[in-house]
């Protein structure tokens, strides 16, 4: 009975593990898929060179991240999920609405420093819950590297509004 009682026991927490590593990859997926449609949505605005090579940079990563989170979501047998319509409708008109008085490029940057930098701070929180979960180690290693990625751009993102301000 006590050898029955323990394997059910180990069951119950692989399945908890393989629950918690799916879900910091469906997040990692969120967010890195609404950092692109946020992106995306300013392309048009950006005037200078610079800004848009960067933002262009930022895109392939986060397009490659896109393509990293959905290969690990499908060898769990788990089909990734889109950002709703909601949410996509939100986030463009959040950047019509701040843009509306001030297109400027330093605006855009502080726009995408202030965005990334919210998607960054949700994406840690769910990784602290989901690795106390015991998510796997490869996916908390890549989400790591989301959030890493995310802090540069956030730098970059400030030094260059900085830059627009001369």
């Given at each position: 009975?006590?050898?029955?009682l323990?394997?059910?026991?180990?069951?119950?927490?692989?399945?908890?593990?393989?629950?918690?590593?799916?879900?910091?990859?469906?997040?990692?997926?969120?967010?890195?898929?609404?950092?692109?449609?946020?992106?995306?949505?300013?392309?048009?605005?950006?005037?200078?060179?610079?800004?848009?090579?960067?933002?262009?940079?930022?895109?392939?990563?986060?397009?490659?991240?896109?393509?990293?989170?959905?290969?690990?979501?499908?060898?769990?047998?788990?089909?990734?999920?889109?950002?709703?319509?909601?949410?996509?409708?939100?986030?463009?008109?959040?950047?019509?609405?701040?843009?509306?008085?001030?297109?400027?490029?330093?605006?855009?940057?502080?726009?995408?420093?202030?965005?990334?930098?919210?998607?960054?701070?949700?994406?840690?929180?769910r990784?602290?819950?989901?690795?106390?979960?015991?998510?796997?180690?490869?996916?908390?290693?890549?989400?790591?590297?989301?959030?890493?990625?995310?802090?540069?751009?956030?730098?970059r993102?400030?030094?260059?509004?900085?830059?627009?301000?001369?």
């Amino acid at each position: 009975m006590n050898e029955w009682l323990e394997k059910k026991e180990n069951q119950s927490i692989r399945d908890a593990e393989r629950d918690a590593t799916a879900e910091l990859l469906a997040e990692m997926h969120r967010n890195v898929t609404m950092g692109a449609e946020s992106l995306s949505a300013v392309v048009p605005k950006i005037r200078e060179a610079r800004l848009m090579t960067s933002v262009t940079s930022q895109l392939e990563q986060y397009a490659d991240f896109t393509r990293q989170t959905e290969k690990l979501l499908r060898l769990r047998s788990k089909e990734p999920k889109e950002p709703g319509i909601l949410k996509k409708t939100a986030a463009r008109s959040g950047i019509l609405l701040n843009t509306l008085f001030d297109s400027s490029d330093r605006n855009l940057c502080e726009m995408i420093a202030r965005s990334t930098r919210t998607g960054a701070e949700q994406l840690e929180d769910r990784m602290t819950e989901f690795e106390a979960q015991g998510c796997s180690d490869e996916a908390a290693e890549l989400c790591r590297d989301i959030l890493s990625f995310e802090e540069e751009e956030i730098d970059r993102a400030e030094r260059m509004a900085r830059q627009f301000e001369d």
